[in-house]
Nanobody
């Protein structure tokens, strides 16, 4: 059973940084995509960043709104647990949202939330001005 658990959310002032982590267990596909998405009430969920892994190759993808500010990374799997982090810097109030981690998507659908099969419960990020 695939499980995703997010951590690291919180409150920060504009210009600050936060690091989110997603622990993915039960997922053994050697080619995988894991992404970060966010959603505010009344709006659609949007893709923030994703990482595609094939063997030891890691390819990151970013939404234009976060390029240069967010960095996604994936640590080497430990006991079949994959950890994907999202380092967020120069945060803006408009980054405030519930952030979700998701796994498994068709090739090329990196930032399309409708294409992902497994989801975590989310972690709240609040950026104050």
């Amino acid at each position: 059973q695939v499980q995703l658990v997010e951590s690291g959310g919180g409150s920060v002032q504009a210009g600050g940084s936060l690091r989110l982590s997603c622990a993915v267990s039960g997922y053994t596909n050697d080619r995988n995509c894991i992404g970060w998405f966010r959603q505010v009430p009344g709006k659609e969920r949007e893709g923030v960043a994703a990482i595609y892994t094939r063997a030891r190759i890691y390819l990151p993808y970013y939404a234009d709104s976060v390029k240069g500010r967010f960095t996604i990374s994936q640590a080497k799997a430990e006991n079949t647990v994959i950890t994907v982090s999202l380092q967020m810097s120069s945060l803006k109030p408009e980054d405030t949202a519930m952030y979700y981690c998701a796994a498994e998507c068709p090739f090329g659908s990196w930032l399309d939330p409708s294409k992902y099969n497994f989801w975590g419960q989310g972690t709240q990020v609040t950026v104050s001005s």
